[in-house]
């Protein structure tokens, strides 16, 4: 079975930090490209950043440049999310997704809110 299971958000003063992870089982992790997404109220789901199988993060949102870091750990299965200098428009659910091929996995998201 299938797990993509995100923890870590919360709630965060504009210009804190935070670190999302993203627990994955039951697929074949390392050959997967891993990336984060997020949805905030009202708007459409957009890519935050993703990561491949060789480590290499690519396609950071114009948005976080900068101020998060995508990482993974192969031989845990797990991937992360620095997030620093938060501000309130990163107000999110953030979504772990895995990617290979035509295959695609979504975990069900962690709430990250960014407010004085």
């Known amino acids: 079975q299938v797990q993509l299971v995100e923890s870590g958000g919360g709630l965060v003063q504009p210009g804190g930090s935070l670190r999302l992870s993203c627990a994955a089982s039951?697929?074949?992790?390392?050959?997967?490209?891993m990336s984060w997404y997020r949805q905030a109220p009202g708007k459409e789901r957009e890519l935050v950043a993703t990561?491949?199988?060789?480590?290499?993060?690519?396609n950071y949102a114009a948005s976080v440049k900068g101020r998060f870091t995508i990482s993974r750990d192969n031989a845990q299965k797990m991937v992360y999310l620095q997030m620093n200098s938060l501000k309130p428009e990163d107000t999110a659910v953030y979504h772990c997704?895995?990617?290979?091929?035509?295959?695609?996995?979504w975990g069900q998201g962690t709430q990250v809110t960014v407010s004085s």
């Open positions: 997704n895995a990617k290979y091929g035509s295959g695609s996995w």
């Open positions: 039951g697929f074949t992790f390392n050959i997967y490209a």
């Open positions: 990561i491949t199988t060789f480590g290499v993060p690519t």
